[in-house]
C-alpha cells in the first residue's frame, strides 16, 4: 500500500511520525506550490483537463482522461500516475462507500471530483457438499502450502506495468454462447453452513475444454497450475494496477510475463480446486479492490 496523506499530514511536524511522513509532506508542499502558482497565474498555468467515464457503483469503476504522468490520489490515497496518453482507471471495492473523492494533480495544479457510488445489489450463496479441507483447511502441511501459495498470488496482484491496456474496454472471456452465468458477483458466501467471506468473481458456466480469451491487452503476471482453492490460475496485468484474474482453469496456454492481446487464448475451462463443475471465474482487482468484470464489458475510456 502507498501512504495516505490525510490525518497523518497535521501530526508530522512534532510527532515521531515525522521522519516517515517527509516524503508525504515534500510531495503536499509541492502540490500546494504548484496551486498558489495556478492562482497567480491563471492564463499560463491551468489545472489538468479531466474527462471521466464508468460506471459508479460499488463493485464498479472510472476510466478518466487528463493530462499525461498526472498524479492520482483517491480518498487521500496515492494512486499512481496517468499513463503516456493521459489515460488512468479507478476501482471501486464491493464495500466502497457512498462517495469516493479523485484528485488529479497536473504541473499547473489540481482538479477534483466526487464519485456518488450506488450501492451494489448482492445475494446470498450457499454451497453445500464441498470437501471440508476446501472450506477451513487445518491440515498443517496444507496451510503451509496455502501460505506460499497465497504469497505467489499476492506478488502477481502486485504488478504494475505502465500501459493503457485497458483503453479498448473488455470482451468477455469466453465464445460468444458457449456460456451462461451462473454465479454473480459480491454475493455473501455461505459453505458447507459456514458464512464465509463475499464471491469476489462472476462464475460462468461452460463446458471443459472451452477456450478462455485474454479480454483485453495486458502481462501475464501469474500462470499456474495446482492452486488448492483456484485450481489452474491465470492473471493478467492490463495496466496502473487492473489486474484480471481466470480461475479452475484444467490447462494454461500462457506463461508469466508473456505478452498477450484482446481475444488471444491463455487457457480452457475446468473444474480444478475449489469447484462443483466445469465453469470459469471471472475476477477483476485494482489496487485491492475487489470488481465486478462484467461492469467493464463493451465500456472503453473517455476520447
Ligand atoms: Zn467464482
Request: hydrophobic letters at 40%; one cysteine or more.
Amino acid at each position: 500500500m502507498e501512504p495516505r496523506t490525510s490525518g497523518s499530514l497535521r501530526r508530522t511536524g512534532r510527532g515521531p511520525g515525522a521522519l516517515e511522513s517527509a516524503a508525504i509532506l515534500n510531495r503536499r508542499a509541492a502540490l500546494l506550490g504548484l496551486t498558489s502558482a495556478a492562482f497567480a497565474a491563471p492564463a499560463l498555468a491551468a489545472p489538468p483537463p479531466l474527462r471521466l467515464s464508468g460506471v459508479y457503483r460499488q463493485g464498479g469503476f472510472a476510466f478518466g482522461r487528463t493530462t499525461p504522468r498526472a498524479d492520482l490520489w483517491l480518498d487521500d490515497e496515492a494512486v499512481g500516475r496517468a499513463g503516456p496518453g493521459g489515460l488512468f482507471v479507478l476501482g471501486f471495492d464491493r464495500d466502497a462507500a457512498a462517495t469516493s473523492t479523485l484528485r488529479v494533480s497536473g504541473a499547473g495544479g489540481s482538479v477534483s471530483h466526487v464519485f456518488d457510488l450506488a450501492p451494489g445489489d448482492f445475494d446470498i450463496q450457499r454451497i453445500s457438499g464441498l470437501p471440508q479441507d476446501q472450506v477451513s483447511p487445518s491440515d498443517p502441511a496444507l496451510l503451509a502450502r496455502l501460505k506460499q501459495q497465497n504469497a505467489l498470488k499476492q506478488a502477481a496482484l502486485a504488478s504494475r506495468i505502465d500501459t493503457e491496456d485497458f483503453r479498448t474496454g473488455f470482451v468477455m472471456p469466453l465464445p460468444a454462447k458457449s456460456w451462461r452465468r451462473t454465479g454473480r458477483f459480491g454475493g455473501q458466501r455461505v459453505l458447507n453452513g459456514e458464512a464465509k467471506r463475499p464471491h469476489y468473481g462472476t462464475d460462468l458456466a461452460a463446458p471443459k475444454g472451452t477456450s478462455i480469451l485474454s479480454p483485453a491487452g495486458g502481462v501475464v503476471s501469474m500462470a499456474a497450475s495446482g492452486m488448492h482453492f483456484e485450481g489452474g490460475l491465470v492473471m493478467i496485468d492490463h495496466g496502473q494496477g487492473l489486474v484480471s484474474i481466470y480461475l479452475h482453469q484444467s490447462k494454461i496456454v500462457c506463461q508469466a510475463g508473456q505478452r498477450v492481446e484482446r481475444g488471444q487464448k491463455i487457457g480452457e475451462v475446468g473444474a480444478t480446486g475449489r469447484a462443483t463443475g466445469p465453469h470459469l471465474c471471472w475476477r477483476m482487482t485494482w489496487r485491492g479492490r475487489h470488481m465486478d468484470p462484467m461492469l467493464l464489458v463493451g465500456q472503453t475510456a473517455p476520447a
